[in-house]
């Protein structure tokens, strides 16, 4: 067995790619009856974490887009008010 761990800071998409390309590599000179497997592997979650990070914060720009622009419709709306209240249009 054996055991790799990428070290802190380390990519470990990265690391898991090179790890899977270079055990390709060596795989061709074992023996017939030996295999090697992934038992455990964490970048399945690590992707699926970074594609609901960047989901959440599209929805998030989109979000303070439509506040933002609600917001200047509003304050445009006002700003019209006051013009016409200014010119003696009250109604």
């Given at each position: 067995m054996l055991a790799i761990q990428a070290s802190t800071g380390a990519n470990a998409?990265?690391?898991a790619d090179g790890v899977r390309a270079r055990m390709a590599e060596l795989e061709q000179g074992f023996p017939p009856d030996i295999t090697w497997s992934v038992p455990y592997d964490t970048t399945?979650?690590?992707?699926?974490?970074?594609?609901e990070v960047v989901h959440t914060l599209a929805e998030a720009m989109l979000l303070v887009f439509v506040v933002m622009y609600?917001?200047?419709l509003g304050c445009g709306l006002m700003l019209l008010e006051v013009?016409?209240?200014r010119a003696g249009g009250i109604d």
């Open positions: 998409l990265a690391t399945p979650f690590i992707s699926a974490s970074i594609s609600a917001g200047m013009k016409r209240l």
